[in-house]
């Protein structure tokens, strides 16, 4: 059938073939006439695309290949799957549900009884590793808090365990009295090694070699030949002879509320060899290695701090080597009589997770206050002083925030204060700072701050700069006002805008006064004049030589010029608004150029550009004796278009022509860079073509007087067989595979060869 490209109204309705498509009104039917809804369809409907609908209602039975319900509920066809994020409603007749592995039982006993079908039971815990457990892993490393029974009958405890009587053998450690009596004891006549020995007594004498104790023991009498002890657990100064390392070894663990900063800061806490973050006492002249080999430091590099909060790093005679949580990763810290005597333990990436340190050394060196309650004698004092001075104060500076009063000052150098109370005389060389109070003699030196007197006269003599409203003056006289204009007023009144002359920098209310404006304003009614005496000239100057205006003693204003020739001269582009009016003829010296002119007659020639910014200019006929360039300038081209370069139009002295660019292939009269489309065909060679594209008489071309019969012929793209897989293949396609020689065709599905 034809393509109709027209636009077709109907105003009573249309009905094609039928009953096939019926329009009546604003409703449309298919395989009806009597359409009941916008849309009424008796049949089958297939629609290959999205349908969009408010409200779908459907009355019978719908078949989906699937469905999707925005992007929480989806209904998979092929499995029956209903795939939602939540289900809601009466799920009474729903199959197949998992239940709790919790079982109720009757073994026959009389009663029900619950277990747990699948695994292991769980208190306060939701990892239970036991048949029964209660709280933490009692296995963890390090060991939490909990208790495990397990289903052989053992039972594992990090705590207290408490009972009236306790049944069968006990194996371990006892922390405590044993108390009770032994239904079946039978004595050791021997005994050679006691692995844990607690509380023995008794006849034969026990040998013993080696005694471990963790807690207070105490022997009445003690036998031995060869008593070793080892080093003590703890963190006090006596830990290790002088001149030693001493090794610590640090993890990371949950805190718990032994820990100093438990609530605070980060979860986690230093381990110092079991211990959690214990305030250290560390010895000048020994040495202390924190090693952090273990997995639980990563991202935990232990360093030490003048305070908790890590405002400064302490790093003198402190080594750090390796990565915490790598074989061989420790910090050092060498203690000496300089090191701080408090310091502080912390990781460089969390907060509050070690303590303090105590050094023992002669050095106080804290970011924070130190407070002390009695005298302090002391050669020299570094830093601010704060609270009474009792005594003689001999330094060469002193700075005091308050109020100091002293029966008598002497320095010998500048004197810096805030407030001083001096019952005597005051003999200086220099006051720097504020004076309060009469001042009897001359002032010789900079003042830096306000002169008030109500009573006498202020005079500057020998005053080399006049500061008001800035301390230091860069003129001899400088005003300064960073918030507003700065002005001197002279005048009759006390009010500034009441017959006053007043200059003012900084602007005022005035468009014209902005913030960087210099004003000169008369508020009386009188005359601003200027007055000059002698043959001098009036001029307005830029910067510092550049002469912008000049009026002449005799009356000649040269605008650009400082030597006008006339009543007015002007050097350079002048522009009237208004209507100009010249009672004599005009002349012009140079190019006359017309924003807009309308002139009944121009005889002659115009020499020069024309240039028309904006509207249509017409010619009956233009020519060009040289270039012509559009949006850009034609340059060494006849015709140059478009300024934009990849999109350039050119045609060049030996007529080529070249399409988005601005270089013209050699030996092409065309030069096309981007695709070419044909409307109707394509011919090459002489006559008209008989077909979309005809090359059958390229064979008689001549081109300049010789022939092209040599390269009438025509040359597919060549490839590779590996270029070939990664073409788009269209059928129909034709190319040359250069790896096997052959002349390919796509036919829709494979490559097919041509010879």
Known sequence: MPNIRKTFNFRDGVQVDDEALVVTGDRVGVGTTSPDKSLDVRGNVQVVGIVTADNSIISGVGTFGGVKLGSGITL?????????TKFKGDGSTLSNIPTSQWVDIDVGLGFTSIYNSGGNVGIATTDPRHGLQVGGQVNATPQQDGVGISSLGNIKATGIITASTFNGDLTGNVTGNLTGTATTATLANTATVAVNAQGLTGTPDITVGNINTSGIGTIPTLNTTDLTVPTLKSFSSIRAPHGTTTTIVVTVAAKTSAHRYNGTGDSDGFVL?????????????????????????????????YDVDKTTEYSTGVTIAGTPGSTGSYTEIVVSDTTPTVLHYQSSNEVKMGNAVQTNSNVLDTEHNSTVRGSMTATSFAGPLT?????????????????????????????????????????????????????????????VGNVTSATSSIGVATATSLGIGTNTANADIQIHNASSASSIVIG????????????????????????????????????????ISGTNDFNWIKGTNTVLMTLTDGGSLGVGVTIPTHKLTVDGTSKVTGVATFNNAVFID???????????????????????????????????????????????????????????????????????????????????RGDIRSQYGLSVGPGSGTCSVDFSRVVSVVDAGASRASVAFMLPPKITDAQQVGLATITGAVVYNTTDNKLRVYTGSAWADLH
């Open 273 to 305: 060899d079991g211990t959690q973050a214990p305030f250290l006492t560390l010895t000048p002249g020994r040495t202390y290695r924190f090693t952090q080999e273990g997995g639980s430091n990563a991202l935990h590099p232990f360093k030490f701090y």
């Open 387 to 447: 609270g009474n001075v009792t005594g003689n104060l001999d330094a060469t500076t002193v700075n005091a925030s308050g109020v100091s009063t002293f029966v008598g000052l002497t320095t010998t150098n500048s004197l810096f204060s805030k407030d001083v109370n001096v019952l005597g005389v005051v003999t200086a060389t220099s006051f720097i700072g504020s004076i309060t109070g009469n001042v009897t003699g001359n002032v010789t030196g900079n003042v």
């Open 590 to 672: 140079g190019v006359l150029t017309v924003q807009d002119a309308t002139i009944s007659n121009l005889v002659g020639n115009v020499t020069g550009s024309v240039n028309n910014a904006s509207g249509i200019s017409t010619f009956t006929e233009l020519s060009v004796g040289n270039r012509i360039g559009i949006g850009v300038a034609a340059g060494s081209n006849f015709f140059a278009a478009c300024g934009v370069v990849p999109n350039r139009f050119i045609i060049d002295a030996n007529g080529n022509v070249g399409i988005k660019t601005t270089t013209i292939g050699t030996d092409f009269e065309l030069d096309v």
């Open 76 to 84: 998979d066809a092929t499995s029956g799957v209903i795939t939602a």
């Open 492 to 531: 009759k009144n006390s009010a500034v805008g009441d017959n006053n002359l007043q200059l003012r920098y900084g602007g005022g209310a005035s468009a014209y006064s902005t913030s960087d404006s210099v004003d000169l304003i008369n508020y009386g009614d009188g005359n601003l004049n200027s007055f």
